[in-house]
């Protein structure tokens, strides 16, 4: 059902109403530093579609470039402590988060001296990772089959599956407890002052016009038509990722880490079951719509690795499986984020690829930051901007998955 805003103008208006708008909308709103009024504006309130609900919702220490490390080490945080962040609540549950650790297994020398640097990049920020001979990683996890490997990096220290879910439902939550005004409705254009340099009023599809001080862009695979409503480019398109849950006739003795095998394909336990997934061979953008699944990824890709690597996957039984949207920044595969260097009261909170559901505690409190102070006050987020993209200089980030 279409619900119409409740004022002609709002301080932000953020089009996008999942993970990473509900994270801005709940940080602006905690801050009693910010005293405007704030629309999240979200086409489906099911969220059906959304990346937020096709999601695996692990997270990791294990990033090449310090400033992703540092998101991540304010991600564990927030979640370990997400009752006081959110105000010492009472009503605020306690967030699952098992760390069994990513371990990323590689198979030439080259691969294993890059794991050998970031571990050495990682372990100087005091994250936990552990650089490892394939002899190690035997004693750990005998289980898998490493004729082929070199050597791997693991972590055990907040590192692994969290529950999202309940983390964006509380934020939106408590959002619109503190004052946020969410509605079922669409941007479906934008309306900037004759110098082309701010974004006077947003229309929404059920016909108003709403004036807004400031445009939150968080419309995730869709960024790119939301951004091309202000006239400017933005290289993100939707890919599909594609995700099976399986049964296996012999489980394993202990939990499988979140493995990266150098294939591509990925697998992590999953409760009493595994999940594995990967992208496919040819990746192309896809429709905005387009979710039809492709179980021939199951049975010429994913099984067979998963078999090799781990032996006793030879006997699994596939019990579910879901493609999602990736928003894939087709430049460099990590966040947009700031305001537009001539628009400049659009912000971006883009890109994410297959890391912003971590990434949303502190992107959406430095994207508040900048919003209330104009700057950052705590992580300075400035490398993300899309100044990059105009000066043709890619953020280098090498663990990307
Ligand atoms: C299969 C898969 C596995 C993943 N695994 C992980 C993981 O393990 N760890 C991790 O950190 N991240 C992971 N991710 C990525 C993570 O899920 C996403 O980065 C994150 O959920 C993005 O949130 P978002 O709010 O930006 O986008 P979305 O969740 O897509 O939300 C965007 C919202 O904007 C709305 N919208 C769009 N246009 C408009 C408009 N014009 N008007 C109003 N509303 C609009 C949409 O309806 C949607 O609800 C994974 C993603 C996928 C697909």
Redesign the pocket.
Known sequence: MTQLPTKSSYDVVI???????SSVAWFLASNPDFDGSILV????AT?E???????????RQQFSAEINIRISQFAADFVKNFRAYMGDDPRVPDLAFQSYGYMYLADTDAFAADLKSAQAVQARLGAGTRHMSRDEIAADYPFYQLDDIVAGNHNLVDEGYFD?GTLFDWWKRSAKERGAEYIN????GMTLNPAGTTVDSVTLKSGEVIACGKVVN?????AS??AAMAGIDLPVEPRK???FIFDAAQPLDRDLPLTIDPSGVHMRSEGAYYLA?CPPDEDPAVDYDDFIEDFSIWESKVWPVIATRVPQFEQVKLINSWV????FNTFDQNAILGPHPKVGNFIF??G?????????PAMGRGTSEMITYGGYRSLDLSPFHYDRIVANQPFVEKAVI
């Open positions: 089009v996008g109403g999942a993970m990473l708008g504006v979200e086409r489906d969220y579609f959304a990346s937020t609900s096709h999601t695996n919702s692990c997270m999202g409705n669409q941007v479906t968080a419309s995730g695979p869709r038509v939301t990722r594609y995700t997934g999602g949207h990736y928003a909170l883009n994410f690829s297959g890391h912003g559901l971590q990434q949303s």
